[in-house]
Structures are given as structure tokens and as C-alpha cells.
């Protein structure tokens, strides 16, 4: 059984960092792109945030992250991270890990595999 499982997340201050992990298991995801939504409260979609490709290379999809959050993956571990930093009350939401074989399933929809979300508050 295929399972991305996201752990790290939690209630924090206005300014504080969190990291937030996506394990994989039952396959590997080596050759698989691999990014962060998040469900912001009150929201129906979920806003893709930034991938990650197998050889390492990040794709922003949105201005309100960037200089702020950044992506990594050991592919070792078949683990991908988001390093939250200055955070801010508005970065409050659930956060999804997702794969897909394909980058422009993170721009037009269809991932693959999702995991179950995290949640992540900051308050002021």
C-alpha cells in the first residue's frame, strides 16, 4: 500500500519555523516530483505551494513562500521536507505532501498520491 504520511506540523508564534516531513512508503519515489499544498481555513481548494523534482530542482507555483519556504528530499529515505521559516498567521492551513510522476500534475491537477494533511497554526 502506497502511503505519503506528513508529520512536523503544530501551533506556533508569528516569525517561528517549523519543518515539516512527507515519509513515503510502499514504493520508491525516486523518479517522482514531489510537493506541498495547503487548505487554508475556510478554503475548498487546496494552492499548491512548491515541488520538487528527482534531481533536486524546486519550482515555486506561488510568490507568497518564496524567501520563506524551501523544499528538499533524500531519496534514501523516500522522505521530502518543507522548511518553514517566518512564518506568518497567514500560513495557517492544512498542509498536503504530494507526489507525481508528471510536474504538470502540480500545475493542472491529477496527483497521484496524496497524504492526509497536517495541520499548522501561527498565531500573532
Known amino acids: 500500500q502506497v502511503r505519503l504520511v506528513e508529520s512536523g506540523g503544530g501551533s506556533v508564534k508569528t516569525g517561528d519555523s517549523l519543518r515539516l516531513s512527507c515519509a513515503a512508503s510502499?514504493?520508491?519515489?525516486?523518479?517522482?516530483?514531489m510537493g506541498w499544498f495547503r487548505q487554508a481555513p475556510g478554503k475548498e481548494e487546496r494552492d499548491v505551494l512548491l515541488?520538487?523534482?528527482?534531481?533536486?530542482?524546486?519550482?515555486y507555483y506561488t510568490d507568497d513562500v518564496k524567501g520563506r519556504f524551501t523544499i528538499s528530499k533524500d531519496n534514501a529515505k523516500d522522505t521530502a521536507y518543507l522548511q518553514m521559516n517566518s512564518l506568518k498567521p497567514e500560513d495557517t492551513a492544512i498542509y498536503y505532501c504530494?507526489?507525481?510522476?508528471?510536474?504538470?500534475?502540480?500545475?493542472?491537477?491529477?496527483?497521484?498520491?496524496w497524504g492526509k494533511g497536517i495541520e499548522v497554526t501561527v498565531s500573532s
Open positions: 515541488s520538487i523534482s528527482w534531481s533536486g530542482e524546486t519550482t
Open positions: 510502499g514504493r520508491s519515489f525516486n523518479n517522482y516530483f
Open positions: 504530494a507526489a507525481d510522476h508528471s510536474a504538470a500534475a502540480f500545475m493542472y491537477g491529477g496527483i497521484e498520491y
